[in-house]
């Protein structure tokens, strides 16, 4: 059975930064394509950012190009998402996501195992 366990969520000012942390356990996890979705405040779940199993390829939201930098040690089993510039919208409930697919997913059903979610909070 996959479990996927998120840390590193906190509040923090409109400018700093977060890294994300996600581990998988009960597979092998380099044989997942690994995403990152955020929830925020009454809106639907959204995409990311994502990486397929070599971390070769990476893929992110218009949204956060250029500030956020996903990253995975599969040898750590783990994902990170690097979050820099942070802004008050980027404020959402941030979930880690595992597919055996090989291509980056940007659609919530394309992902099998889901994370519990972790807070962050941006401050204006």
């Known amino acids: 059975q996959v479990q996927l366990v998120e840390s590193g969520g906190g509040l923090v000012q409109a400018g700093g930064s977060l890294r994300l942390s996600c581990v998988l356990s009960g597979r092998t996890f380099w044989l997942y394509t690994m995403a990152w979705f955020r929830q925020p405040p009454g809106k639907e779940r959204e995409f990311v950012a994502g990486?397929?199993?070599?971390?070769?390829?990476?893929e992110y939201a218009d949204s956060v190009n250029g500030r956020f930098t996903i990253s995975r040690d599969n040898a750590k089993n783990t994902v990170y998402l690097q979050m820099n510039s942070l802004k008050p919208e980027d404020t959402a409930v941030y979930y880690c996501?595992?597919?055996?697919?090989?291509?980056?997913?940007?659609?919530?059903?394309?992902?099998?195992?889901w994370g519990q979610g972790t807070q962050v909070t941006v401050s204006s």
């Open positions: 996501a595992a597919d055996r697919g090989l291509n980056v997913h940007t659609t919530t059903y394309e992902y099998t195992y």
């Open positions: 990486t397929v199993r070599s971390g070769g390829v990476t």
